[in-house]
């Protein structure tokens, strides 16, 4: 069975899901996307994702393309439609197809596509040993709390960061506070062992991962605290680690080059990742390791 | 003669021209655009349009996707298949079509895209009588210099500006200066008669109509001085207007429902407005008025 993906009503084999040129997805980046996990082909945290996206679309005055449910029938069929146990199911929702004009058009639909595609995972190394990231200015938008297609910054910030040999960039706020990575939240942990992440201000994308971490954080006793921290804090933590929906609790182990805490993954971070393991198995059945 | 798009090597009926939905420019805003007018189906200012398309281009490491002379061949070519005197030319040219991952993918082709459309010019009524506007945060990215296809904060702010009975919204930075307008760039004329336009920085979009203004300015022995300029001055200046592709030179006669000097166009706004019109006759032969 090819890869199938859905785009405006059609299930469509994925080399020929095309879009207009004048979709204003192409044309303006006016639109929002989401992308969930699934493991034995269950979505992972479905609820809060679609909460998110429909938050995104209000936030634009982008009109939801279908109802709730039928959102989520189509979520099924796409993924009961493609041939994978363990991936990732991509929406992406713009305000639809019209002659070029920064004003909303009116009397337009929105477009809706649907892929299911890999989980393109940190590798199991990554999750065992820990990554490097390297810190840069955010180039980003003022709205960072909407998951807007326009990820150009984020392309960017990340494509930096592999070619200095790193797994993500964390970016700076102009005031030089660590607002998240391009791609994924993060936290750091402090000397009492108390978990320091961003608030989820417009200044950083609020993640399901993150929050999902820091209800089991709090679930297992552990102070976490949601406030800007600086990249002095965070190169002085103890441990700092990434959350996202396929980095799950991602250990960081060098900034700038620099290790964090003895440069190995710290006993809260390694606590945090197991925890996160055992919902992702309540969720979905998956064991990770 | 329908109206014909080009699309990655192929002319096509408008409404069959599509890319793929994993096109980098509608997963990720990864692309750039140009805007050319043309009159009597002569292109006004191409040379200095294609040589900021080449500058977004190589901003951003992507490829031009054919030599220049190619290029200007196939804008000929869309020009000369489409059945308009007065129009856009509009480009767009993005990193290409991979299966989505945030870093750059490898060898892929950059999709080009051109269509032929309509001016959307302000009415004559505006351009006579000039137009309103409203100030609002600036909510870009921080390149503003590349001509990215990652236009959602200008989408919002131009719909801000219409639902306000505004033309088009004055974008302040954080220090309250006047950078430019969501899709144009911008001046003011003080009591002295000078020009006062915010500097081609990062921060703005280096208009080709803004450079060709201060050029007819100088020209006329007009003072014409890059340098930011706060939303207060702007307000108590003698006259203010708009520089753009489809904009020309608009007279600005209210910011914020305040009145623009006399809330009339001003003398120096005119003189500019009637040789940016002869610029447009001396290249295309059109006479705007």
């Not at 393309?65 to 990732?88: K, S």
Request: glycine fraction near 10%; include cysteine.
């Amino acid at each position: 069975m090819g890869r199938i993906s859905y785009v405006n009503g059609r299930y469509l084999r994925h080399s020929q899901a095309m879009v207009s040129i004048e979709d204003r997805g192409y044309q303006f980046a006016d639109g929002i996307y989401e992308v969930i996990a699934f493991y034995n082909r269950r979505f992972l945290d479905a609820g809060p994702h679609l909460d998110r996206l429909e938050r995104s679309l209000r936030e634009l005055s982008i009109p939801m393309p279908m109802g709730r449910r039928a959102l989520e029938f189509v979520a099924q069929e796409i993924l009961d439609r493609n041939d994978r146990n363990d991936g990732t199911l991509y929406f992406q929702i713009t305000r639809g197809v019209a002659r070029r004009d920064h004003l909303f058009p009116k009397n337009v639909k929105p477009s809706l596509v649907m892929t299911v595609g890999g989980m393109r995972s940190p590798k199991p190394a990554e999750f065992e040993n820990g990554v490097a990231v390297i810190a840069l200015p955010d180039q980003r938008w003022a709205r960072r709390d909407i998951k807007s297609i326009g990820l150009l910054p984020n392309v960017l910030a990340k494509q930096r960061a592999a070619e200095a040999g790193a797994r993500e960039a964390w970016l700076l706020g102009e005031d030089g506070m660590v607002l998240e990575c391009a791609v994924s939240n993060n936290a750091i942990v402090n000397a009492k062992g108390e978990v320091i992440t961003h608030p989820a201000t417009h200044a950083i994308l609020g993640g399901i991962s993150r929050h999902v971490m820091l209800g089991l954080a709090r679930g297992a006793g552990i102070k976490a605290i949601e406030r800007p921290f600086s990249l002095a804090e965070a190169k002085a933590a103890k441990e700092a680690f990434i959350t996202g929906t396929t980095s799950n609790v991602l250990p960081v182990v060098r900034i700038d080059g620099g290790a964090v805490g003895d440069g190995r993954p710290g006993p809260v971070t390694k606590l945090l990742q197991a925890l996160y393991y055992d919902h992702i198995f309540k969720e979905t059945g998956k064991r990770w390791n």
